[in-house]
């Protein structure tokens, strides 16, 4: 049996167990998730008080305390009926994201510093190549194809053992993720992380140092009870106790949260107004540090890197091959982009899909409603419904869309509610909040229905607002 812990109502640590053998058990339990969502502040009051209402039950009797002082700090005169959400104003720049920009740059930073000079020198290298030809004798050329026809077997040979050599450093460089057992491609070790992940905390606590929100605001509190929880919960996976959870909440309109391979946490009051309760929340923190226990900077640094030094080899053949400069640079655009999308992105996808699923079991062993979390990227699709935001494919995108997370977290929540019961979580009360986001939807679309068509009736496009039910 495997141990998994939680935390009773009273803040006492208890023990549950795992049933089954050791691997199934490990397979259950086992750029920063950026949103770059921008969410007016009216629909704070709703949110804090539905933690106030959730921490009642999600934490210790302790959490009171804090649910009154969340609830002072944002009484208003606009009281909702008890069974309305209050408006909830949707103002869409662009997709949810996960990761911060720089977590998955190449490093050591001597990397990210000669990147654009091999790139340089195999462009000059290839341009080189094609002019030296250009320059040579037509009976020079000639001379130069029949020997390379004479010597076609050792010069394939040669190609060949090159090709094995990737291949070699390839298998050779393969390490079995954390949690999931999955076979990647790890160059670079956490080791190598440190040194970048304290430049860009440092670079981040410049940027928001003036908007850093002190210990003993309410929202804060939130946070970090909520992540206290989960890594509680979560101790016996060792990537997790391994690392210190140093929570930052940044008073910042933008919905945004991520975590940094060091365990900087860093939260946006934004995320928190747009989150509906405190289990949506705890699964959007659980797969953020779940991108950091899975190393996945690491990992997604390592391929790029991978990636981009056999890129090398063809960036020089096209500027061998393409007799101008012209139809190079087209070429090499070419080639960056096949890269892209085929390789880069896809990869992404699958990250954010496995933080997604691990990040769920951390919220089951937290005893989180973990049937909140599709719910939370259906509400992503309908606001940017709601804002006629364009919907691109996915495969032009580095995260799934917002309808094929849901769909594959609903996929996942049977595994993560069994999770749930094998440590001795409470029951889940109430209805399920998918059925009643359904509802709501109905709802709505009958409310919409019954005032014309869209164009009849203008609405401000800076203050589309909804009201559902509450959950």
């Not at 595994?415 to 709501?440: M, V, W, Y």
Request: aromatic share 10%; hydrophobic share 40%; net charge neutral.
């Amino acid at each position: 049996r495997n141990r998994c812990q939680r935390l009773d109502l009273s803040g006492n640590t208890k023990n549950c167990f795992l049933t089954g053998n050791p691997d199934s058990c490990r397979n259950l339990i086992g750029k920063g998730l950026r949103c770059l969502l921008d969410v007016p502040h009216t629909s704070g009051q709703e949110v804090y008080r539905n933690a106030n209402h959730s921490l009642g039950r999600f934490f210790s009797q302790s959490s009171q305390t804090l649910g009154e002082e969340i609830s002072s700090l944002l009484i208003s005169s606009a009281r909702q009926p008890p069974h309305q959400f209050a408006a909830w104003s949707i103002q869409i720049n662009r997709s949810f994201h996960t990761s911060p920009s720089l977590q998955a740059a190449p490093v050591p930073l001597f990397w990210i510093i000669v990147k654009p000079a091999q790139k340089l020198f195999a462009i000059i290298l290839g341009r080189s190549i094609r002019n030296w030809w250009k320059a040579l004798p037509p009976n020079k050329r000639e001379l130069f194809k029949e020997s390379a026809r004479k010597n076609k077997w050792k010069i394939l040979l040669g190609v060949s053992s090159l090709g094995v050599v990737f291949v070699m450093f390839y298998f050779t460089h393969l390490e079995e993720t954390p949690i999931t057992g999955r076979a990647r491609l790890l160059v670079f070790g956490k080791e190598h992380f440190r040194e970048l992940s304290q430049m860009e905390y440092d670079m981040w606590m410049e940027q928001f140092q003036s908007q850093m929100l002190p210990e003993t605001d309410a929202r804060y509190q939130v946070v970090e009870r909520v992540v206290g929880h989960l890594s509680e919960s979560n101790k016996d996976v060792p990537q997790v106790s391994a690392l210190k959870w140093v929570i930052h909440v940044v008073d910042e309109p933008g919905v945004n949260a991520f975590v940094l391979p060091n365990g900087q946490v860093f939260v946006f009051t934004g995320l928190l107004e747009a989150v509906s309760d405190i289990h949506q929340l705890s699964f959007i923190l659980g797969h953020e540090i779940a991108h950091a226990v899975l190393e996945h900077a690491a990992e997604k640094a390592s391929l790029v890197h991978f990636l981009d030094f056999l890129s090398l080899i063809f960036l020089t053949m096209i500027w061998a091959i393409c007799p101008r400069d012209s139809l190079a640079v087209v070429g090499q655009w070419i080639q960056s982009k096949l890269q892209e999308f085929l390789f880069d992105r896809p990869y992404s996808r699958t990250l954010e899909a496995e933080a997604d699923k691990v990040g769920l079991q951390f919220a089951a062993k937290a005893c989180v409603d973990v049937r909140a979390s599709s719910v939370f990227w259906q509400q992503m699709e309908l606001a940017e419904t709601i804002q006629g935001q364009p919907k691109l494919p996915e495969w032009l995108s580095t995260h799934p869309s917002h309808e094929n997370r849901a769909e594959h977290l609903d996929r996942l929540i049977p595994e993560a509610l069994k999770i749930r019961e094998s440590c001795n979580c409470p029951s889940l009360s109430g209805p399920d909040p998918r059925l009643i986001f359904k509802l709501n939807m109905q709802h709505l679309l009958e409310s919409s229905k019954g005032r014309g068509p869209p164009n009849s009736t203008k609405q401000e496009p800076s203050k589309p607002k909804l009201d559902f039910p509450h959950t």
